[in-house]
């Protein structure tokens, strides 16, 4: 768990890891050049449970770096991720364990989650629909994962090119050993709130990100765009970037911040995906809270549909290449050790 300025969520995140029901694992978390406390309420922790193994680091390291970090310290041959702003269900790793030693060709076992807002509040519903609806972005969140280190290791960790979307771009190359294989049950809380990296990301980097996302889309290599020049600054093109910073401003409690007007700079192609940007945009700075109301519904309605096709708890795989995932096994009993 790589820890950079996360105080006001740090007990939550750590109580939910150490009351986990398989309890034989360590700890691994790095403090990347916190400023706001969190490294003497790390040192308290690490003080009370032994399985903690606490790191310094006095350089903010970023996300990709912290990444690494933590992975390469690791001495298990199993990685577990976790965020310290998220919740685990105490379950989680029980269940995931139990996926990757049925399933010795698995490179990845990730799950379903829930959005909380900054006090703890469920905000978003779980959602089968993605699962059983393809699409390209994970249908997991990156501190949901578990997966083989030496695997992890083997395709080159997290590439500092891909900062604030390094974890879809590890996910790539991860599908490309072994099969990624997704819990149908939301194990994993989600924190939603305004200092969160995913809500502080520069416009750029996500345009970049979803040219990267359209190749995979395609089954195309995207690496060249990495090393290439980033979009104009000032004039952002693709309304699923708008969206995507948006999103978790919606979903903490606030208005999205982005006046309508602000989406029509640039190009407004594709116009359905920039009507349908302009729309919620509109409606989210008038009225966040019956869009939230809204969208819950959409999600709750659409998870529905998904049911009878993928059933709570069952293991499916996923791809982020354009394949129709499956359901490959039914939900397995967890177990309570194991290292």
Same mark, same amino acid.
């Given at each position: 768990?790589?820890? /950079? ?17 398989? =309890? ?14 969190? /490294?003497? !309420?790390?040192?308290?922790? &690490? ?52 996926? !990757? ?12 989650? /829930?959005?909380?807002?900054? #006090?703890?509040?469920?905000v978003r ?12 972005? &994970? ?23 891909? @900062? ?6 590890f996910f ?11 819990? =149908? +049950?939301?194990?994993? &809380? ?16 996500? #345009? ?23 979009? &104009? ?16 401003? !919606? ?9 309508? @007007? ?26 966040? +809270? ?9 999600? +709750? ?10 059933a709570d ?17 039914? @939900? ?6 194991? +290292?």
């Amino acid at each position: 768990m790589p820890v /950079r300025n996360a105080a006001p969520f740090l007990d939550a995140s750590i109580t939910s890891i150490l009351s986990q029901t398989m =309890a034989d694992f360590e700890f691994v978390v790095l403090d990347d050049a916190s400023t706001d406390g969190s /490294r003497d !309420l790390l040192r308290a922790w &690490a003080r009370r449970d032994g399985r903690i193994r606490l790191l310094e680091s006095d350089t903010a390291l970023g996300l990709a770096g912290s990444a690494n970090r933590v992975m390469r310290e690791a001495r298990g041959s199993i990685c577990a991720r976790m965020d310290s702003d998220d919740v685990s269900a105490p379950d989680r790793l029980a269940r995931q364990w139990a996926v !990757l030693q049925a399933h010795p060709e698995a490179s990845v076992v990730a799950t379903l989650w /829930r959005g909380i807002d900054p #006090e703890g509040r469920f905000v978003r519903p779980s959602d089968r629909w993605r699962l059983w609806r393809h699409t390209t972005f &994970a249908p997991f969140p990156h501190g949901s994962v578990m997966f083989r280190r030496d695997w992890g290791l083997s395709a080159g960790g997290y590439r500092e090119t891909c @900062a604030s979307w390094e974890d879809f771009d590890f996910f790539v190359r991860m599908a490309g050993l072994g099969p990624i294989y997704v819990i =149908a +049950k939301p194990l994993y &809380a989600y924190r939603f709130h305004t200092t969160t990296a995913t809500a502080l990301r520069a416009i750029e980097t996500v #345009e970049r990100m979803y040219r990267c996302v359209d190749r995979v889309s395609r089954g195309e290599d995207y690496t060249a765009i990495l090393d290439g020049p980033a979009p &104009a600054p000032t004039h952002p093109t693709d309304p699923r970037a708008v969206r995507s910073l948006a999103a978790p401003w !919606l979903w903490a409690g606030e208005r999205p911040g982005i006046p309508a @007007a602000w989406w029509l700079r640039g190009s407004r192609r594709p116009i359905p995906a920039a009507l349908h940007t302009i729309v919620l945009g509109t409606w989210g700075q008038l009225s966040p +809270k019956s869009l939230r109301w809204a969208l819950r519904a959409l999600v +709750k309605s659409r998870d529905l549909v998904a049911s009878p096709w993928i059933a709570d708890g069952d293991v499916v795989r996923w791809t982020p290449l354009p394949e129709t995932a499956s359901r490959v096994a039914p @939900a397995l009993a967890p177990q309570t050790s194991g +290292k």
